[in-house]
């Protein structure tokens, strides 16, 4: 820990008296020094650090780089056990007082990190002078050269790359080629013209300066020389990455014209940036060619394409690959088998993906954690937990060490499909089973799921507070947690304290960014946070447009999700079975069967297979709409597909019979259930007893209530609020109440819906009867004490009975009333109160009954009364006009992923 290693810095640093003063060497006590232990590992970096700055020659032009937290800390680390090692206090010593060349390279050489020696440069880097550039150059060649990591057993090659990379940007930006003309004309790296160049084409490609890069690319060629292999894979990547495609084949036919062929990891290189494009057949076209270069395809060559084909919805091309693997003598990797595993899983061919694991070992390949996780997190996602369970034990049995993924995958779908989570947790989570490295991800990911975000932030504050970095899926698994909860401005400033650590953004972190705005309606501000991600090069992926699909849906906003679903083409992605299933999930719902069944068709014809959820929804959509024969049909083709109807879809059935009063069929279906191996659910029944209550049935929707608690299946409060609104129906207005007294006693809590429907029967009671009768009072006593939140229901049903009894006029009174409140009407209400004004016009009024008028504006004043009483405040939601950072003391801005 960092604590642990500064307490021995007093040993060589002379510390005396009081703990918070720290007496340096003659050369490093020139400013006094007022930092404790805790400061120097906790302490946000300053814009003057008076400890960092006393190892610093002072002075310069260049404004003082801030350095992150977890970067001071392993810099004050390195610089510790410098003091502490004989031959390096020295260096230190004579570099605080002045940029020499020698010694700072001894310094830079002894940092174990070449990401910390970096950072340290960076920060010594001052003036922009040519005296200093020339002694960057030193730096670099004595980098080169010299045996400065001790034992030569360590090359600084690839630190001498990112001192001059440091170099170019601190000094040079955004212009570098002077650079290249003074270590030409000094020989400053002390080798070879060509030597120096292709140090320069890969310092300025870790720059993204691609003009430098191919000006140095050119003045190589000039020399009548090539480029290394390495410096143009570099350099095609970059490329790639600016979507330079005219310099990319320029590139290329300039390769096969001077030389040197590109290389198979050059060849790579070019086919993945094309994949990741979207440009797959180009990409599997340069496959084929490359043995036309003398360069045979390796597995990683076929590995990106069939990625790349899977991505796309493209399976049988995946797998039409594979055999050409075989076919050309190249054995496939884990890594392959990993793929088109997955593939399978996402596409629901569970079996074919089981087969495909048993054939590995089979084919000479060996099985990882990554290939176990996979088919648990199929077997989860398609329900069948148990067989996930087994996988697991089959990884533990064969020796292989769970990670985080696993936990999540399992702890996911018990909770999902079998509520026994904490059982899970104990069983999976055994410090024993893990690697030290996931550990700490597997404490805060359970944490999380446990709810307990507070102790899952505090473990992941201190990790970070004593040195130790948290890989990115604990910070993914706080920042999907804060999402869940709606905690919205907690999420985004999270993200913040992620990206300060240094910590990309992967598409885990974007798809919780997006579900948080998602879930709070801000759909708008969710599609301009993908668009800026995708600018920023962040990759997404088909979760994230399937979660913006389902909440344009929920939102109610059809053409919206039509224009996500239209643009995932645009951005190279291909929806799978899970996007598609939310897409015509929402048609549905919205009423567009057309174009859901037009989805369901091109699901096919990508041979996606359709799940139970696709074809439930697209029979509850035809139901809906009367067309019970196309949900017939559906079923069939479901059974012929080799799919098990399952109980939502035989729900769907006895629903769609039940709506055209076929209830002897329904009967039978309901029946049939059992034969099936199914169990009737509450829906099941509920829908049997509306149906029933809705014929005035009263006597079988009391038999099926019966069946119901028989079966093992307890009634729920929608259950008693179909029962009551029968019994109110048929004026039987004694048993409802009774009915309330039993459910009352048996634990359920009746809701607004019961109160609703007790009073909308007792108002239609005092309508017949004309009087108030003493079984009323009575009967409305009891629905008073009744704890309950009147809705826009209550209100409908209160001034339609207001007009009912001649009583328009006050109807309209109490709109003007409630409008102050104010109180959201709906179209209902709208209608209502249209029908009192023309009462009114046309002096439909009567005079009612006092009595009766009297208890009807007592019900509207209860009910205003609560309605003021219960307001809960509006939600605003948190400004977060450019979403994805923002740092105290300066405007918002997005950051650069």
Known sequence: MVTAVLRQVPRFTGLQGSPRRLLLPSFLSRVPVVYSFRDLSTSAPQASDLLLGQFFPSGGDLPQPSLLNHQRRAVLVGLAKAIKTPGWLPALGSFSLGFHPLHLARILGSFADHRVAVAFFGYALRNRSACTARACCSVVRLLLTEDLGGDGSRSLKPLAEEILSCVIRRMYSPRGLPLVDLALEDDAFGSSKYATLNLFLRAFVKCDMVLEAMEVLGKIRNKGLQPSQGALSSLTKLLFQKCQLRSIWKLFKELMREGPWPSVRCFNDMILGFCLRGDVRIAENLLKIMHKFHRQPDVCSFNIVIKAHCMYGRSSDAFGLLRMMHEEGCSPSVVTFNILINVLCREGRMGDAQRLFDEIPKQGAGLNRITFNVLMDGYVKAGQVDRAFSVYEEMMAKGLSPDCYTFNILTAGDLKFRREGERVMNRVLNVENFSMNSALDIVISRCCWEGQLSKARELLDSALEEGIMPTIVAFNAVLAAYSKAGLEEEAFEFYHLMRKFGLAASASTCNSLVMCLCDQGRMNEARELLDKMVERGCRINKSTFTLLLDGFFREGDADGAGRVWDSMKSYGILPDVIAFSAYINGLCISGSMDKAYEAFLEMHQRQLVPNNFVYNSLMNGFVRDGNLSDAWNLERKMKENGLTPDVFTKNIIIKGLCGEKIMDKANDVYMSMYSCGLKPDVVTYNTLVGAYCKERDLRSALNIITKMTLEGCDPDITTYNIWIHGLSTACKMNQALR?????????????????????????????????????????????????????????????SHLCRQGLAERAVLWEQRLSQVPFPFDITTCNILNWARRCIEHAETTRPDQQISLFLEALMYIALDSICRNRSSHYRPVVVTTILDHCSGEPPQMVQI
């Open 739 to 799: 009915v309330i007294d039993d459910i009352v006693s048996k634990g359920v809590l009746p809701n607004t819906v019961t109160y609703n429907t007790l009073m909308n029967g007792i108002c239609t009671e005092v309508w017949h009867c004309k009087i108030i009768q003493d079984r009323v009072l009575i009967m409305t006593g009891k629905l008073i004490k009744m704890a309950f939140f009147p809705n826009v229901v209550t209100v409908n049903i209160l001034l």
